[in-house]
């Protein structure tokens, strides 16, 4: 069966391959690579090149400062990539370059992660404002929360993503029959605990019953990104992953919605391919990136609606540093969303790592 | 300078053999033509090599070279923009070479077609995505913006393609 999405996928890498590959050594303008010498040329002449235009930079300054006061910021380069400066390149130096460079890339994991957070807030704000702009509201005039495509029908942007509802609830009538029902009759009051629903999610959806501890906690209003994993021969806890769950609401900000897993951030281990929220149909391309050593990726697609998995396939080799990993499974075909779930480990336990992606199916 | 620059000349000259191909085609894919893909992977190698004392891995440096070449290629196109715009409506030019279309299979060139109608930042996502195969995390080092916006743009970019190549009858 020729999925759409997937076909996209490959139709663009081959013909990105198809173009570069028209492009061989033979084909280059010889050139010789940049010299001290060469370089301190280039440097000269855009200093001359740019002098003038500076200079009158400065004028303008001057005769500004003399009758106002300014107040300026420097600002940063953009897009310009920044490293440490290396004094010395002495070995010693090296060394402790190379330790600096090892702290700096794990700060900028975690920020990076962060970053993932933030941004996630600020596009469920974004999306209830543009519910708001839609003029759509709920009962009291509230305005209903975009998240999930079943569960408001405001308008909203071309190319908007939405969150995929992967688990607990299948669709926003089972959300609300529990908010509304079952929840306030005491029935799983889990749903409305974002740290149990992610053990859950992790033990009984998944079935990795190795991963028994939660690891880190952020919780919003809307929003929680919890930390599950499992504790080394050590005792020092370690993250398998980080999932990302919403409340399957209406309106935002409200508390007696249950929590919904809807993705997982991702790090050292991730699953990008097939893209977040696409429409894929069997059998479907798994992928993304994987820092590691011998590791054996195991993947699986799931469904809310079924325990058992609608597909399972091991193992596929892999390792390296931040290498490109992709396997093809089948799955028994289906509509709605469904769950891509991979993991890798066997070094201290089954799943050590794992990543999963929020995609719909169509049959 | 030219001193503690010099020591930049061997490590500098490596990575041009081993990266330069590679370069190049990244940029032709982002500014379309080999002359100017040339052109900016060598103003690329020179930023680089003034850049070499701040720089501690290979890694980091490929990384410096890479972002030279999509801010290089930016600003070729920023640059070109109403040439190129004058070209294709007028003339029905590009800055393609004669030959590459021609030995692109058909099914290949729709899709760049599509590629090169894009926005510019949507047009760099596809790129280092699927050609250079990088992780979101590594696009948005490249490009200077969020891994989420990497995400949404690169959604977004795959979406845009597939309608362009729809309703171009080509799906």
Redesign the interface.
Known sequence: MND??ND??D??????????D????A???P?S????????A??RRTTVRWAAPLLAAAAVIAIAVTTAVIATEPQAT?????????SS?SSQARIQ??L??QRRARE??IQ?LL??Q???RE?AASRAQSAARAGSSAPGGAPLACLFADAAACRVPA?Y?WYVPLWPFANYAQASQWATVDGPAGHSPWHSDAAATALFFTNNYLGFRDLTVITSTTITADEAHIGVGYKDPNGVKRTSAVLHLVRYERVLGDKTAGWEVVGSDD?TF?L?SP????TVTSPVTMG??ITGTDENIHAWVRAATQSAPLADKCCLPAGG??S?WRVTVTFTPRSGPITLVASTGGHLIEHERFAIQGVIARS | ???R?????AP??E???TH??GM???A??LVDD??TA?DVV?EA??A???KW?????T??AV??LR?CV??GSRSILRRRRTARGYWRNEDGLTAEPAD?PA???A??????TA?AKLPRRQREV??LR??S?L????I??T??I????V??T???A?????TL?TEEGL?
């Open positions: 759409p999405m996209i996928d139709r663009i890498s081959a013909a990105l391959r198809a173009r570069t028209q492009i061989t050594h084909d280059l303008t050139a690579p940049p010299t001290a010498t060469a370089a301190a280039r440097g953009k897009h310009q990539p920044a490293g440490p400066v290396s390149q370059s190379q600096a460079e900028e994991a990076r970053a993932e933030r941004r996630a596009e190319g993503v790090t991730s990008e893209a977040y929220d696409s993304g990136h540093q931040n490109v | 300078m030219v001193a620059t010099a020591e930049a000349d500098v000259a990575l041009f053999q330069r191909l190049v085609r990244l032709v894919l080999r002359e040339e060598q190698f020179a680089l090599h003034r004392g701040s720089l501690t891995s890694d980091a990384g410096y972002t999509v801010n590459a030995l692109l299979a099914e290949y060139q729709h899709v760049l590629l596809i790129v699927y050609w195969e992780s979101e995390a590594d948005a080092a490009l200077g969020s891994p989420g916006a995400k949404s690169a959604s977004r795959r979406d845009a393609l597939a190549l799906s």
